[in-house]
């Protein structure tokens, strides 16, 4: 890409409802967080670049709703060269009902870019946005000519590749 050249990524959030969603994205737009946000509904499945799925890592039913995810996705989707990332938020809270291993195993099962974060106190959301664009600078067939895509295939030699502090995983 040229210097001159400004990209507009269009970023899809997925995910069950009161995982965090939009908290991570004001979190990362805005530097804000907001214990009241209200929750929202609806997915744009027009988005055709970057797939971001959430979970809550206190509630184990919306880990258990992921495939439901990814098979609305893979359902709607218009390309196959996505770079998708795994986020398992709300680690600031106690009573963990998963674990980072079990985060990871489902990342790499499913060729995702995975990370843990909280848009409550800032850790891996800075992170998160930042290895998403970072992967999209390295797959050109995502922001060249939409008809000149490839697939994406990440591999566990990508493992830990990030600059995040341990945060991402690259699987």
Same mark, same amino acid.
């Given at each position: 890409?040229? &210097? *001159? #050249?400004?990209?507009?990524?269009?970023?899809?959030? =997925? @995910?069950?409802?009161?995982?965090? +969603?939009?908290?991570?994205?004001?979190?990362?737009? &805005? *530097? #804000?967080?907001?214990?009241?946000?209200?929750?929202? =509904? @609806?997915?744009?499945?027009?988005? +055709?670049?970057?797939?971001?799925?959430?979970?809550?890592?206190?509630?184990?039913?919306?880990?258990?709703?992921?495939?439901?995810?990814?098979?609305?996705?893979?359902?709607?989707?218009?390309?196959?060269?996505?770079?998708?990332?795994?986020?398992?938020?709300?680690?600031?809270?106690?009573?963990?009902?998963?674990?980072?291993?079990?985060?990871?195993?489902?990342?790499?099962?499913?060729?995702?870019?995975?990370?843990?974060?909280?848009?409550?106190?800032?850790?891996?959301?800075?992170?998160?946005?930042?290895?998403?664009?970072?992967?999209?600078?390295?797959?050109?067939?995502?922001?060249?000519?939409?008809?000149?895509?490839?697939?994406?295939?990440?591999?566990?030699?990508?493992?830990?590749?990030?600059?995040?502090?341990?945060?991402?995983?690259?699987?």
């Amino acid at each position: 890409m040229e &210097d *001159d #050249t400004l990209t507009t990524l269009k970023i899809l959030i =997925i @995910g069950e409802s009161g995982v965090g +969603k939009s908290s991570l994205l004001l979190r990362f737009t &805005d *530097d #804000t967080f907001d214990p009241e946000q209200a929750a929202t =509904i @609806g997915v744009d499945f027009k988005v +055709k670049t970057i797939t971001v799925d959430v979970y809550d890592v206190t509630r184990r039913e919306t880990f258990a709703k992921l495939d439901n995810w990814l098979n609305e996705l893979e359902t709607y989707c218009t390309r196959n060269d996505l770079v998708k990332m795994l986020v398992g938020n709300k680690i600031d809270k106690e009573n963990h009902e998963l674990d980072r291993a079990e985060g990871l195993k489902f990342a790499r099962k499913h060729s995702m870019l995975f990370i843990e974060a909280s848009a409550k106190t800032r850790d891996g959301v800075q992170c998160a946005f930042e290895e998403l664009v970072e992967k999209i600078i390295q797959t050109p067939g995502l922001w060249q000519s939409e008809s000149h895509g490839r697939g994406v295939q990440l591999s566990d030699e990508d493992a830990g590749g990030g600059s995040c502090g341990g945060y991402c995983s690259l699987v």
